[in-house]
């Protein structure tokens, strides 16, 4: 009987999270259809990734994460892991031979980031469920599903990572949930080690998942023990196996920035401390002695980890000084929440901070160990977040479950009390009623802007590059990537921390003299150079050669092939490039 209820409640949430996300999902493609008919995917992360599939299935090995046609021959060694390419890759593949490679694309690009989104607010619902029962599941399921910037990693076209990550976290956190079993401890052990070999952005809110289990293993509950072991077994073998099935030739990449093998031991090194801990106390029930073993054997294998991999540390130290201070500080999703825009700071914070004065008026009522868990959590998300902005993609769905639960409280005191509920758990709200009561001016357009309504990067213009035969463009990093899954051209620099030599030719070029764009534009053998009319609007003063083509007063050498709106096109004419000697 019992069984049956649960099934019932699970198909309910399932059902009532793939209703929720397919609604949306149609809603926000009917919204963009203009950019994703066109395969214009939201990020620039997204088009190299749907470019690193496209390589993927068309001949480039399974190992060879290159991307051939970026930074200096042979290409750039990508940081990124080929977990994330296998569904969307094998709905482009299964569909291509019925429906054609741009249907088929289309497609992928649709259907992955919500199904990615469904598991989401299932999963969601479940840690609601737990935690506060059929009362609040339903509508954890509905907050989520509105909770900014959590949704933006689902949109339709969002096939990077981050939605991947996202769900995986939730897994950890259901698990960590559950009444401790080892059932539950392998399951949050391989969600780990898949999360870590996706990337390293979630590595700290693991980690204090992965502490927050050993906080409860001191207590010496019934199952704690089966619940740490089955942990440490899941994150080894998990990381383990993908040392075979996703080590790429970039696996001795002398950097901690992706899964490599300097980030892998100091992975594998950690997963062994539950391990380590549950064989160590068995027999020991005093948590006082269980306690000063974790500090002794997480101290060794923490300092073991360090030694072996002290870059990882400093994941981006190898970012060039020039890059550092230009490009990489003006990344939002890199940037400290208090470095940003007050009105993004709200945008990005706003239901997080809200969820997490929820969690601790429900910790205050009930007094449950779970809720202080998930309380642990939030508050781990916002320091993240406070750190770097892309913390809030997980923290803000993590608000689901403590704000359902006041919306269920507020609606015995009424309607009023309920609607206020509902208007502080609509994570959506907070960057809309951010930006309408504190603007943000964005700089000013440079000189020769034409404040056209296409866009530099819109399908049109990037349909200025598809036309073109091929050759190596010089262009802003962000135009770069799309530039490069939206035609055949090479492209010197895009927004990629490994990509030092050809994002300062990027830089050295537009900033610099004339003279020195000609003599990057000769090494490089560069054929095409774009711009874009507010490229490098950020910058306090307009760079010179940047300056010389927004005010139309291109060199001879630089030949004008078209204009798209706000993007210009030049061909470079070789026999008008000076020489010097």
């Keep these: 009987m019992e069984r049956g209820i649960e099934r019932r409640r699970w198909a309910g949430d399932v059902l009532a999270a793939v209703a929720l996300a397919v609604v949306l999902a149609l809603c926000w493609t009917a919204r963009d259809w203009h950019n994703l008919s066109a395969l214009r995917l939201p990020d620039t992360d997204d088009a190299v990734r749907l470019q690193q599939i496209r390589d993927w299935l068309g001949g480039q090995r399974f190992d060879d994460l290159t991307q051939h046609r970026l930074g200096p021959p042979p290409g750039l060694p990508m940081h990124w892991s ?20 741009h249907a088929a694309e289309l497609i992928a690009v649709l259907v992955w980031p919500t199904l ?9 619902a479940r840690i609601a469920r737990v935690l506060g029962g059929d009362a609040i599941a339903r509508t954890a399921i509905v907050v989520a599903g509105v909770a900014y910037p959590s949704t933006t990693v689902f949109a339709p ?11 995986l976290l939730l897994v950890v956190i259901r698990a960590l949930l559950a009444r401790p079993t080892m059932r539950a401890g392998l399951v949050a052990g391989l969600a780990t080690a898949a999360s870590l070999v996706i990337g390293l952005e979630t590595a700290p809110l693991l980690v204090a998942a992965g502490a927050l289990l050993a906080l409860d293993w001191l207590s010496v509950r019934a199952g704690t023990d089966d619940r740490m072991m089955g942990f440490g077994i899941g994150a080894t073998v998990g990381l383990l196996a993908a040392s075979v099935v996703f080590r790429s030739d970039q696996w001795l990449y002398p950097a901690c920035d992706g899964f490599t093998e300097m980030a892998w031991r100091a992975e594998v090194t950690c997963a062994f401390a539950p391990l380590a801990l549950a064989l160590a106390a068995h027999g020991v029930t005093r948590p006082g002695r269980r306690a000063v073993l974790a500090v002794a054997i997480g101290g060794v294998i923490v300092a073991g980890a360090v030694m072996m991999s002290s870059t990882c540390l400093s994941p981006y130290g190898s970012v060039d000084p020039l890059l550092r201070r230009l490009w990489l500080a003006r990344v939002l999703e890199a940037q400290p929440l208090f470095a940003t825009p007050a009105a993004t700071a709200i945008g990005y914070a706003g239901v997080m901070i809200a969820g997490i004065v929820a969690s601790v008026w429900v910790t205050a009522r009930v007094r449950d160990r779970r809720w202080e868990m998930l309380l642990a959590l939030q508050v781990v998300t916002l320091g993240l977040t406070c750190w770097q902005v892309r913390g809030a993609y997980g923290g803000a769905i993590l608000a689901g479950p403590s704000l359902a639960a006041v919306i269920a409280a507020a609606r015995a005191r009424g309607a009023a009390w309920m609607a206020g509920a509902w208007i502080a758990s609509a994570g959506m709200l907070y960057p809309i009623a951010a930006q309408a009561l504190l603007p943000h001016r964005s700089a000013a357009p440079p000189v020769g802007s034409a404040g056209s309504a296409v866009a530099c990067d819109s399908p049109e213009a990037l349909a200025l590059f598809a036309a073109q035969p091929t050759g190596r463009l010089l262009a802003p990093l962000d135009l770069g990537a799309y530039a490069l899954a939206a035609s055949r051209l090479d492209v010197a620099g895009a927004p990629y921390h490994r990509d030092n030599l050809g994002n300062l030719a990027v830089y050295h070029a537009f900033l610099g003299t004339p003279e020195q764009a000609a ?3 000769r090494n490089w053998r560069v054929r095409y150079v774009a711009l874009c009319a507010d490229s490098f609007a950020e910058l306090p003063s307009m760079p010179r050669f940047a ?18 709106g706000a993007l210009t096109l030049y061909a470079v004419v070789p026999g008008r490039l000076p020489t010097y000697r």
């Design 547 to 564: 300056g010389q083509l927004h005010a139309g007063h291109a060199p001879a050498w630089l030949h004008a092939v078209g204009t798209r």
């Design 116 to 124: 990615l989104f469904a598991a989401a607010l299932t999963l969601t």
């Design 82 to 101: 080929r977990l994330a390419d296998l569904v969307p890759g094998a709905i482009i593949a299964a569909l291509t031979p019925l429906a054609g490679s």
């Design 157 to 167: 076209g969002r096939i990077d990572h981050h939605g991947f990550q996202v769900v």
């Design 519 to 521: 003599a990057v534009v």
